[in-house]
């Protein structure tokens, strides 16, 4: 049901505050003890970086290190780049700052916007505090990655949708594609509801919001020569699979983090699936179940480094928690009012 606009909870604040801290402290001694090229040592990083140096070349950069087969699919991912370019007005000296500084804000808000998605469907704020807690995201602020960026796009979305702003949480919702295209998945929920309400013409605005992303994708084509979503790289080829094959796989070949990160996985998808019949029937809900499916099917490239996977278990950690907080809040409020009406309070009669 939409809601009005509330005011923020101050547990909002809090936790926001708190992680804003933490994150700036640590990033501030990392930068001192190495500078800014720590955050871009490895891996998806040092990619982001050379996308936003040159976000509308073709990737000569990528080339250059022996990651020519990347060129695609990483410069399909030209959100995070892009907001990062205007920030530094082109200027690709300082796209490493801007890089940096939108990652920190990004996991900054998170807690904070879970906090008033909680409160605006009158469930308490403060189980936000669970996300704080997540080994992936206690390890996010050392290198720059999309993951935080489209979580927060993700929950300010649903945010909007929950307010009855629409147009705006699809805007978002299109930009979140373009940051990350996993974030894809959440428009399921919205196709669903205008589904089972049979308005046509809300399905139709959520289709709308692939366009972006289809049209980036053409001119990447003309650019580079291939779609993204058509790469031949590894990551790509591995990023899914068959449901538990992975799983099975890396447990039949564990080392000692393989047991621990496949302890997290089983217990991602528990939180999950519990979220999900929690709070079946609402959005939140329904984020929870796409992304735990996920979970399910991630395919051997997700679980092949401790890190990478940590990482792609984020989204469903993060919506499956809040999930559970949104349904158990929804059953106590169900068992309480209809069930068990509260008696009134009794009072002595006035003296006469």
Known sequence: MPVARKPIPAEAWVLSGATGVAVVALSVVRLVSGGASQFFATGDPRLFLLTTRDLFGTGHGFAALGFAAEIPYRYGRMGLPLLAWLLAAGRPALVAWTLIGINLVALTA??????????????????????????AFVV????????????????????????????????LLAFAVLVKEIAVLALIP??????????????????????????WCSWLRWRVGAFPFLADTEARRGALGLPFAAFMHTLAHRTGDDTVLLAIVVVTIALGATGAWLARGT???????????????????????????????????????????????????????????????HREPAPV
């Open 140 to 171: 996010l602020f050392g290198n720059v990655f999309s993951d935080p960026l489209v979580i927060a796009l993700l929950l300010v979305a649903y945010l909007l949708e929950r307010r009855s702003r629409r147009g705006s949480a699809l805007a």
């Open 190 to 215: 919205l196709l669903y509801r205008a589904a089972r309400e049979r308005t046509a013409r809300d399905a139709g605005a959520v289709a709308i919001t692939l366009v972006p992303y289809a049209l």
């Open 283 to 345: 959005l939140i809900g329904g984020l929870a179940a796409v992304y735990t499916l996920v979970s399910v099917c991630i395919g051997s490239e997700g679980l092949r480094l401790f890190g990478e996977g940590l990482r792609v278990l984020l989204i469903p950690q993060v919506f499956g928690m809040l999930a559970i907080a949104v349904g158990v809040h929804a059953r106590k409020v169900a068992g309480e009012d209809p069930v068990h009406p509260a008696l009134p309070e």
């Open 110 to 135: 998170i807690p904070g916007l879970a906090a008033v998605l909680l409160d605006d469907h009158d469930a308490p704020p403060r189980a936000a505090a669970w996300i704080l807690v997540l080994p």
